[in-house]
């Protein structure tokens, strides 16, 4: 399954990550990958804001790794920009899903891409234009039978 969305401000991408929130039924994978300032954060924030977290809470985890917040589901947020190695995904546990309901959010994946689990909803953000973004959906495992996941 592909998909795509094109927003033209900041608010538009937070909303877009609303609207993909609020069809989760707890247990996703959602990788979110793209330059620096692509908007991943905040469409994570949107995310985060239809599971009743506050965005304020759900800050870039850039410097934690891993955030971890309570909503209609357990919200896991992480954040590989700066991992030294994949190695680092197992000892320190930031793809772990302790709890079934956990959704768990990857930035910057690629930097730990054979350690990613297979079931996924994978979001590439690119630039085009100054406020301008598109939101490129595609599926990988089981999410490619999930054609109720709400997606253009
Ligand atoms: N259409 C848009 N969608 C998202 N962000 C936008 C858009 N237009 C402008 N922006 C701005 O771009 C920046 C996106 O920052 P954000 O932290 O969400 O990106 P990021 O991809 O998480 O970056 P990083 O890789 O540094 O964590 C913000 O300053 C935001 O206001
Ligand atoms: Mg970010």
């Known amino acids: 399954m592909r998909g795509l969305v094109k927003t033209e401000s900041t ?51 850039t410097f934690i790794l891993r955030g971890e917040y309570r909503g209609k589901f357990p919200l896991a947020h992480v954040d590989l920009y700066r991992l030294d190695s994949p190695e680092e995904v197992q ?19 690629e930097r730990a891409k054979a350690l990613l689990p297979p079931d996924r909803l994978d979001i590439q953000l690119t630039f085009e ?6 939101l490129h959906f595609s599926t990988a495992g089981v999410f490619s039978a999930m054609p109720g996941l709400g997606l253009p």
């Not at 330059?35 to 870039?60: D, Q, R, Y």
């Not at 000892?91 to 994946?109: C, K, S, Y």
């Open 91 to 109: 000892r320190l546990g930031l793809f772990e899903q302790e709890d079934p309901e956990t959704v768990l959010i990857i930035e910057w994946p």
């Open 129 to 134: 234009g100054e406020d301008k973004r598109a």
């Open 11 to 61: 608010d538009q991408t937070v909303a877009a990550g609303r609207t993909l929130g609020s069809v989760l039924k707890g247990g996703e994978v959602i990788t979110l990958s793209g330059p620096l300032g692509a908007g991943k954060t905040s469409f994570v924030k949107g995310i985060g804001a239809a599971l009743g977290i506050h965005p304020e809470n759900l800050c870039s985890p």
